[in-house]
Nanobody
Framework: QVQLVESGGGLVQPGGSLRLSCAAS????????MGWYRQAPGKQRELVAR???????YYADSVKGRFTISRDNAKNTVYLQMNSLKPEDTAVYYC?????????WGQGTQVTVSS
C-alpha cells in the first residue's frame, strides 16, 4: 500500500504563489508517475501536472508557464510550485501516484484564490 499526504494549500490573493507538497510512504517502487489533479465545485477532476521517475513532466495548458512540478526521489516527495495564481485555480488539489496498474490518491488540499 501507498499513503499520500498533501500540504501547503490555503487562501491566496490573485497573482500570489503557493507551494504544495505531497509526501509518499509505504510500498513505493520505481518507476512511477506522481502528479497533481484538481477538482473545482461542480466540475470533473482534471490533471494539472505530472512527473515521471526520471523527471519527465507534463502540464495542462491552463497552467503552463505558471506552475512547476518537481520531485525529490530520496524523500519520496512531489511538489507543485504555483505562481501567478488566478481565481479559476481555486479547487481541491489531489496528489496521485501511478505505478503500473495501481493508482493511489491523497486526501486533497484546498487552494482558494480570492481577493
Amino acid at each position: 500500500q501507498v499513503q499520500l499526504v498533501e500540504s501547503g494549500g490555503g487562501l491566496v490573493q490573485p497573482g500570489g504563489s503557493l507551494r504544495l507538497s505531497c509526501a509518499a510512504s509505504g510500498s513505493i517502487f520505481s518507476p512511477n508517475v506522481m502528479g497533481w489533479y484538481r477538482q473545482a465545485p461542480g466540475k470533473q477532476r482534471e490533471l494539472v501536472a505530472r512527473i515521471g521517475s526520471r523527471s519527465t513532466t507534463y502540464y495542462a495548458d491552463s497552467v503552463k508557464g505558471r506552475f512547476t512540478i518537481s520531485r525529490d526521489n530520496a524523500k519520496n516527495t512531489v511538489y507543485l510550485q504555483m505562481n501567478s495564481l488566478k481565481p479559476e485555480d481555486t479547487a481541491v488539489y489531489y496528489c496521485n501516484l501511478l505505478r503500473g496498474i495501481s493508482d493511489y490518491w491523497g486526501q486533497g488540499t484546498q487552494v482558494t484564490v480570492s481577493s
